[in-house]
Nanobody
Framework: VQLVESGGGLVRTGDSLTLSCAAS????????MAWFRQAPGKERENVGG????????YYLESMKGRVTISRDNAKNTVYLQMNNLTPEDTAVYFC????????????????????WGQGTQVTVSS
């Protein structure tokens, strides 16, 4: 499977942005998905994830209330909607697919994900 993120760009503080992660080669159905981000000089961190059914989600504590992760299995796509962006949200955003199959629990640890997209840059100006 190949994951391709899109939707990044340069936005202003307070703006909203929706990133997409399109999968090809194999259906996403059955896999939990997550979004990670990596700012310059920082470790990659988990922004949040969604289970394979699409109804169970979790989010990074600092982003709760500002972010929504959803998926459309028919379109083989996962989305990350972010609102009220700040310069601290500037990073490369990656989507990732977990190693498991039809697992109910969405893993948080980065080591539980083995398929990654190339990332899309989000830059928030002040």
């Amino acid at each position: 499977v190949q994951l391709v993120e899109s939707g990044g760009g340069l936005v202003r503080t307070g703006d909203s942005l929706t990133l997409s992660c399109a999968a090809s080669g194999r259906p996403l159905l059955g896999h939990n998905m997550a979004w990670f981000r990596q700012a310059p000089g920082k470790e990659r961190e988990n922004v949040g994830g969604v289970n394979w059914r699409g109804y169970d989600t979790y989010y990074l504590e600092s982003m709760k209330g500002r972010v929504t992760i959803s998926r459309d299995n028919a379109k083989n796509t996962v989305y990350l909607q972010m609102n009220n962006l700040t310069p601290e949200d500037t990073a490369v955003y990656f989507c990732a697919q977990d190693k498991g199959y039809y697992l109910e629990h969405v893993p948080f640890e980065i080591d539980e994900y083995d398929v990654w997209g190339q990332g899309t840059q989000v830059t928030v100006s002040s």
